[in-house]
Every structure is written in C-alpha cells, then in structure tokens.
C-alpha cells in the first residue's frame, strides 16, 4: 500500500465487497479466502474479467468459434472511443496467452543491479507490474515473463506478488511463469534479441502440461512502458480483420520516430511500410503518410505490442530466411510484410510512455505524484494480489509534505518534501529538504534504535541524514547520506561517471548507486 499525501486511494472495498463485484460464487469465494488470509486489511482479489462460454477440446472445429460469447458487459475501448463490441471468437482466458519481454540489457544506471523491468515504480512497484496489471484487467490469465539480464530481482518479486492460486484455480489455470534464459539440447546460447527469445522458449511456451488448449493467438508485449490498455480491444481488431499479426500503434513526434518502428497505415488499418529506427530519407518519407498521424505527431509508431496467430508467429520464427530472425521490429514484421502477410494496426491513443532512458523513467515517477496523473500507483497496485512483505505504515513526525508518494515501513521527521516519491522503509531525519526526487526505499525495515545501535558502532544508518538537501535526484537502494550533504548537481552536469565515489550523473539527473555511501557535507 502507498500513501498518497492528500488523497484517498480511489476503488478500495473489503474482500468480500470485491468478490461480489466479481461475481464470484460461494465455493470460489471460500477458496479465494482460504487461499488468500487477510493481514492487516491487505487481501485484495484481483479484479479479473469473467468470461463465459463452454471449453471445447479443439476450438477451431467448434460451431460457437465465431460467436460472440465472452458474456461480459459492452465497455469502453482501450484507446478512448465508442464502446466496443462483444468479443468476436472464444473468450480470452482460454484463447490467449501473453509473452512479456524482461529479458534485455540496459544502459540505464539504474539496471546495474537488477533487470530494468525490476526498477521500482511509485515507491513500492516495478515496472513489470504495467503489462501485467493490463493482462489481468484484460481477462489475459496466462503469462510468460522471458528474462536474462539480472533477473534476480525480478523473478523474485514475481513469485512473490502472482502466486498461481489467485488467477482463479484449476478452472481457469492461470498463471505467470518465469522463462529464464538457459542451455538446450536445441540452443546453448543467450537470447541474441526479441524475437529470438521466443524462439527459444516455444517448447515450454506451446507445452500443453497443464492440461490447456494451446493458445489461438500470442500477445507480445514489452517490460518497460507505462500505459493502461484494455488488451481484449486489441484483440478484437486482430480478430474482426482476420489478422495475421496485429501491431498496437501510437502517433509521436519527430523526437521519438528515429527512436521506434515507424509504421505507414493505410485507410482500411493495414499496414503497408515497416522500418525500425528510420532514419535521413526513410524517416521523412514515413512523415504525416499514416492513417492516424497528426499535425502535431506526424509519425506513427510500433508501441512494442503484437498479437500473432499462433501457427504465423512459430511459422515466422522458424523460417529460414537470408538472415536470422532475432528482433521483431528489425526482422519479424518486415519479413511478414514481404511475405504478404496480413498486418494490421490498432491505434492507441491514450497515455503512453515507453522508458528507453533515465530521463523518462524519472519523469515517470514524478508525473504520478500529480494530481490528475494520467496514471496513478492506484491503477497498477490494485492488481498485486499479494505481498512478500509486511511493513508497518509510514511515521511522519512535523513534516511538509506536498504532492509526494510515501511507502509503507518509513519515517519522516521535520522535513520538507515536494513532488517526490519516498520508497518502503526509507528514513528521512529532520530538517532535510528533498524535492522532485526518487528515494528508491531500503530492502530492510529499521526503527530508532536499529539506527541508534549503528550510529554506537560508528556504521552508516540507511537514509538521508540530518539537513541534507536533495534536488532532481535518485537514491537507488540501501543508500546511506550523511548529514549536511547537498545532492543539486551544482554544476549542471549533464553526464558523468564518478562511480568510485558512489554516484553518477546521466541526463542530467543525479543517481546515488545501490549501497553507497556519501559522507557528511558532500556537495554534488
């Protein structure tokens, strides 16, 4: 749980207020219970879509294939307009299983210790949590999580907050497994990109073990973006055009275009033209030709997300072409463009913000500590159904607090903090003023005489010492400042590496590495 200072979490009601909002029956609710024992008024039951409508051993050959039966109310779609239609073809939680991407390396200071889908959001999140919360809002169930690069962290957290029981028993077997990479008697090497990383996994990806269909389609979605989608309107699209692959597109502005795979989307939303990372010629040609480009944001582009037929996508993936197939944006989709199969896109045009660097994810943090954010913790955190932590709640002593999230297990004292994002079991000390700045939490609770023990001992305490100054800052982990230090980037540095001494300057942005410690009255 985050408190928000200055407003209430929107949505909250007891277990048994959701289960019936759910729909839930008695025998489900007694299991959810019993599997699920409320501490401390933390039970939440994750707010799953129902979908109803028989099994069928083979779907394909069944006559309801077609029919709209998901059995779920008309709502809004993902990207703001009219309403959608019930779902054409076989309800999602038994047609459609999800790929999420976690696995790549990173520039970012922040991934020198763990995968970036692992660096926390809004003091008590992590990034994988975004796609997930979409996939089970969306009525997705089963999720694969492919990683490689300082997983830890993040196979971790995962087993800790998706436990298997909570994706609604044997009925619906959902699940979130974790697919690390590793040797094969098909493959003794590391994921080589994207694309490749399915590749490797399809074996266990496609295995029917748990005594599942295999899926109808493949939803591949990335670790590291902040959005809110309704995936069953992506789904709908891929399905009401007879799709082959189907690309969730968002209009963007000449700064991001070189950055992404610009599509050309043609009236009837096919698309016509794919290239990754354009650049010179080929990015002013894609410029304003697309269906949903605008004056503002002339380009349309690959949000990162697809939904494959599943025999297209293995098809894809195995074929043997001039040159290995191992990113989907560089090889995959133009490969299926060349081959004349059916692309198509869904426009999105809600909030979306892809975290390609430091800047963005910094910015990120901060934007949801805003009133009117267009995505709060809130949006996310209702669909973490469970915790590997139990932490009292924040001690705040004569602070001033404005516009900030504050994590459960920490302590403020006489401090000013504005526009910031205060991380589980953090310690502030009196007299500090920290503003616009990410204090990433410590890994461990502590209390007074914790830290009065270690200060005895003549050892570091966790947190910000006594009128320490922190301005456009981040305080990754475990870090301990003394007393009197000013964290300002003084010198308007734009990057810099002073590892040795415990920090970094990237974007402009001051990062205090995962354990360092700053003497008292250090300047940065």
């Known amino acids: 749980m985050t408190l928000m200072t200055g407003e209430l979490a929107p949505g909250r009601c007891s277990s048994t207020t959701r289960q019936a909002q759910l729909g839930l029956g008695q025998s489900q609710r007694r299991v959810a219970l019993h599997a699920r024992p409320c501490i401390r008024g933390r039970s939440r039951i994750a707010r799953q879509p129902v979908f109803a409508g028989p099994i069928t051993a083979d779907r394909s050959a069944s006559p309801k294939a077609s029919e709209n039966n998901t059995g779920h109310k008309p709502k809004t779609s993902s990207n703001g307009n009219a309403p959608s239609a019930r779902l054409i073809g076989p309800p999602v939680n038994e047609s459609v299983q999800a790929i999420l991407l976690a696995g790549g390396t990173s520039t970012n200071a922040l991934a020198r210790f763990r995968a970036m889908p692992a660096v926390k959001l809004g003091s008590n999140m992590q990034l994988i949590d975004v796609p997930i919360s979409n996939c089970i809002k969306s009525g997705v169930n089963k999720m694969y999580v492919l990683t490689q690069f300082n997983s830890h962290t993040l196979n971790t957290h995962i087993a800790a907050n998706y436990p298997p029981i909570v994706f609604g028993g044997p009925q619906k077997r959902g699940f979130v497994d974790v697919l690390t990479a590793s040797q094969t008697p098909k493959s003794a090497k590391w994921y080589k990109g994207s694309a490749d990383a399915v590749r490797q996994q399809l074996d266990s990806i496609l295995d029917a073990f748990r005594g599942m269909n295999l899926p109808d389609e493949l939803l591949v979605l990335s670790g590291q973006a902040i959005y809110k989608m309704d995936y069953s309107d992506l789904i709908q699209t891929h399905r ?285």
């Open 240 to 524: 009401q055009n007879n799709a082959d692959i189907t690309i969730a597109t968002h209009a963007v502005g000449l700064g991001q275009a070189s950055f992404r795979g610009c599509c050309k989307v043609e009236a009837d939303s096919g698309i016509s033209l794919f290239q990754e990372k354009p650049s010179g010629d080929d990015l002013a040609n894609l410029k304003a030709v697309s269906k949903n480009a605008t004056e503002q944001d002339p380009f349309e582009v690959s949000m990162g997300i697809y939904v494959f037929k599943r025999d297209v996508l293995v098809k894809l993936l195995q074929s043997d072409g001039d040159e290995p197939a191992d990113h989907f944006g560089h090889h995959i989709i133009p490969q299926a463009l060349k081959s004349s199969h059916k692309v198509v896109a869904h426009n999105f045009d809600g909030y979306w913000r892809d975290i390609s660097n430091l800047r963005d994810f910094f910015e990120v943090n901060l934007e949801m500590t805003r009133p009117g954010a267009p995505i709060t913790v809130f949006d996310v955190e209702e669909t973490i159904v469970s915790r590997g932590h139990i932490l009292p709640p924040a001690m705040i002593h004569k602070c001033e607090i404005k516009h900030s999230l504050v994590g459960e297990g920490s302590t403020l004292r006489g401090s000013s903090i504005k526009g910031s994002v205060i991380g589980c079991n953090s310690f502030v000390a009196k007299g500090c003023h920290i503003e616009d700045t990410l204090l990433m939490g410590n890994d461990n609770y502590s209390n007074d005489r914790v830290r009065e023990h270690a200060r005895s001992q003549g050892l570091s305490v966790l947190g910000i010492g006594e009128n320490s100054v922190i301005k456009r800052a981040i305080i990754d982990d475990n870090v301990s400042i003394g007393r009197n230090v000013k964290i300002t980037n003084k010198d308007s540095v734009d990057e810099a590496d002073f590892t040795d001494a415990g920090y970094v300057i990237q974007n402009g942005i001051v990062v205090i590495l995962k354990g360092a410690v700053i003497p008292d009255g250090t300047e940065i």
